[in-house]
């Protein structure tokens, strides 16, 4: 479906007016969505469409997953932890998974940003450069 540009605009608004300290509020995003179906403006399908994207990117950026070929120690947990939360502040939910298909070393995915150092992607490389 086509989202007006106005549609974008009057959600891109909605979303900002959800926003507090730099996070967004559950109940305002609740309430914003209520009302917009309450009032069913002129495009509202459209203008909930690209809310409901923003709201899921936001969501996405404020979380993280920490993938290791073994389990990781609890100090290299809180390093990376820590690490994460300089990088993209304080309030990221960071989850920690065991895929033995990496091999060695770590896999880190915030949002749409990949940091992959493990064995398996070194090798992939290598066999590109062939």
Do not use: W
């Not at 009302?35 to 923003?54: C, D, E, M, N, W």
Request: glycine share 10%; net charge positive; charged share 25%.
């Amino acid at each position: 479906m086509k989202i007006s540009k106005q549609a974008r605009r009057d959600a891109k608004q909605l979303f900002t007016a959800c926003r507090v300290s730099g996070g967004l509020d559950e109940g305002r995003v609740r309430q914003v969505v209520g009302t917009v179906i309450a009032q069913k403006p002129r495009g509202y399908v459209g203008i909930l469409s690209h809310f409901q994207r923003l709201v899921k990117l936001d969501l996405e950026r404020r979380s993280a997953r920490v993938e290791s070929a073994v389990p990781a120690s609890e100090a290299l947990q809180q390093s990376v932890q820590a690490n994460l939360a300089r990088r993209y502040g304080p309030g990221l939910a960071v989850s920690f998974a065991v895929n033995p298909s990496l091999i060695g070393g770590l896999r880190v995915k915030v949002g749409s940003d990949v940091f992959d150092g493990s064995v398996k992607a070194r090798l992939s490389e290598l066999e590109a450069s062939f």
